[in-house]
């Protein structure tokens, strides 16, 4: 029989900006690979893979080195992720990315040297990501994202797409608009009026709507160009 299901212990979800960081991944098999080609998507401009054999499908755009692992390949690394299918390396490489001060993944599981973080399984659309994590069960996170991936409203992509616009204009209208001011705007801008407004007069009757409702808006550089 099964025994008492112990009390869920939450991760701390995050977005991180990987642009500038350098992620070294060690292994070069399917996982690596797909490892490379989700920080890619990222924006990730500086990935080092560290592997004696890459598989083909390794995306060109990384910095390859083709040597057993050694901890002097961590130099630098702010992520790492240990995707080899050897566990002495794996622990090795998160032994070694702790003393460098590195956050790091670990492929395989190891309650001794388990790793800092857990990638979720991830969809995206436009400018809407959507991450799910099931306290380690990577299969039936995979089943959930799939499940709220189908239910997503294309008009919820619209208005994030139309967020890009508008809210680099009302941040940088801060001294303008109070902080539970700016707060509201946004409230507002995610409601069903805002789809409905967006969907039947395009981003710049979103603005007008908005802009008419805090007046403290009229007079910020207009998001769309026009008057």
């Known amino acids: ?19 500038d960081l350098l992620c070294v991944l060690v292994g070069g098999g399917g996982v690596a690979v797909r490892k490379a080609k989700g920080l890619l998507a990222a924006g990730a401009t500086r990935i080092r893979v560290v592997s004696p054999m890459f598989s083909q499908e390794m ?31 794996n622990q090795n490489v998160v032994r070694d990315a702790h003393a460098a001060g590195a956050l790091v993944c670990r492929a395989d599981v190891d309650d001794e040297e388990p790793g800092d973080f857990a990638t979720p399984a991830l969809h995206r659309a436009g400018a809407i990501s959507i991450a ?14 799939d499940e709220l991936a189908g239910r997503l409203d ?5 208005l994030a797409a139309a967020m890009q616009l508008l809210r680099p204009v009302i941040i940088g209208g801060a001294a303008q608009i109070s902080p539970e001011r700016r707060r509201k705007i946004f409230e507002d801008l995610a409601t069903p009026d ?34």
């Open 132 to 145: 799910v994590s099931a306290a380690g069960a990577p299969a039936l996170a995979a089943a959930v994202r």
């Open 154 to 158: 294309p008009r919820w992509l619209k």
């Open 1 to 19: 029989m099964p025994g008492t299901i112990p009390p869920v212990v939450y991760q701390y979800p995050m977005m991180l900006d990987v642009t």
């Open 194 to 227: 805002a789809l409905a407004v967006l969907a039947a007069n395009g981003v710049e009757g979103l603005w007008r709507w908005i802009a008419g409702r805090f007046p403290e808006l009229v007079h910020l550089p207009h998001p769309t160009g026009g008057g």
């Open 59 to 89: 995306p060109k755009e990384v910095e390859r080195i083709a040597e057993p692992y050694a901890a002097h390949h961590l130099a630098g690394a702010r992520l790492v992720f240990s995707a080899t299918d050897s566990p002495q390396v």
